[in-house]
């Protein structure tokens, strides 16, 4: 699984999970730092990404164009924690939505909860 990191997460987040064995790009490495979401999203969907970001707009977007991909795992409640939490709370869960990410899927992720809807939503 490949995660393109918005530029709401730090780029530690990106150097967290690859130490985790995981392929992540942060939008700053790539020349996408301050690209719209339909950017980002565009890119993505080119490169097999799946975004990972902090952003509510990214399930809105996919949800308005009837999109099945890419694939969004979006952050929440998150905003007073460290890298360090946001890397856990990653690495602790993408094992359990691998599958939905890969066929394409939004997942919202919290401390406390996670969920999954498939994509296109319609």
Do not use: K, W
């Not at 998150?78 to 691998?98: C, K, M, R, S, T």
């Amino acid at each position: 699984m490949r995660l393109l990191i918005d530029a709401n997460l730090s780029p530690r987040v990106a150097n967290g999970l690859r130490t985790s064995g995981y392929e992540a790009t942060h939008v700053i490495e790539i020349g996408l730092l301050t690209a719209s979401d339909e950017q980002i999203i565009s890119h993505a969907l080119d490169q097999g990404f799946v975004v990972v970001t902090a952003d509510s707009d990214f399930a809105m977007i996919l949800a308005l164009r009837g999109a099945s991909s890419p694939s969004v795992v979006q952050l929440r409640y998150v905003a007073e924690f460290g890298v360090d939490v946001h890397v856990a709370l990653l690495v602790a869960n993408l094992p359990q939505i691998e599958n939905e990410l890969a066929t394409g899927a939004i997942a919202s992720l919290s401390p406390g909860r996670l969920s999954t809807r498939n994509l296109p939503i319609m």
